[in-house]
């Protein structure tokens, strides 16, 4: 064989099997990634509704309003209001402990994955003692 020369063609039973296969596989690909980002959003619906849960527990244990704890979940974090729940557990006594519980039904709105799947909920929980 000769420097320059071209390679041997392909038996012609082979020919167009690399197109057929990338044919089959792109699909689940393209499932898997979309799969990936809907797990990455709901993880990052995770941390804000732990950062939610932080922020309800403080502004009780500073404040003693109740009322302004939801105001202050709704507030950290960027959830929608509409799917967040918050409970507030325990004493406003100086020195007592208060535990708020925050609940969010994160959307899954990736295409393909998310009419799949459906609403996840979260939940978050943060306790503080009463200043």
Not at 28 to 39: F, S
Not at 92 to 106: K, Q
Request: hydrophobic share 55%; aromatic share 0%; glycine share 10%.
């Amino acid at each position: 064989m000769s420097v320059g020369a071209n390679p041997p063609a392909p038996p012609a039973g082979n020919r167009g099997q690399g197109t057929v296969e990338l044919a089959l596989l792109l699909p689940v690909v393209l499932v898997l990634a979309l799969a990936v980002v809907q797990v990455g959003l709901v993880v990052h619906a995770q941390l804000q509704t732990t950062h939610a849960a932080r922020e309800a527990a403080r502004v009780v244990a500073v404040t003693g309003d109740l009322g302004a704890a939801r105001e202050a979940a709704a507030r950290a974090a960027s959830l929608d209001p509409a799917r967040l729940d918050v409970e507030v557990d325990g004493a406003i006594v100086r020195g007592g402990i208060v535990t708020v519980t925050v609940r969010y039904r994160a959307p899954t709105d990736v295409v393909l994955v998310g009419a799949a799947t459906g609403d996840v909920g979260l939940v978050a929980r943060a306790t503080m003692i009463v200043e």
